[in-house]
């Protein structure tokens, strides 16, 4: 993926993006992740949250990129 389609980094709080990009709920959820329900999702960014739910960072990433355009 270029850093010309990156929307999303990292090390953005999940609820910031999820505020922006509200398509990428499902993607979360998908991935186990249900953040719009989580306290955590205020604090934690997003690879702080995949790896609590062990899940593989780049994978997500590249998916939410994907969804958010």
Do not use: W
Not at 8 to 17: G, R
Not at 29 to 49: Q, T, Y
């Amino acid at each position: 993926m270029s850093e010309d389609s990156v929307l999303i980094t990292c090390d953005q709080p999940i609820l910031e993006v999820v505020q922006k990009y509200p398509q990428t709920i499902k993607v979360f959820a998908e991935h186990g992740m249900g953040c719009i329900g989580c306290a955590a999702a205020r604090f934690e960014n997003i690879e702080e949250g995949a790896k609590a739910h062990g899940i593989d960072v780049e994978e997500l990433m590249k998916k939410l990129n994907e969804t958010a355009k």
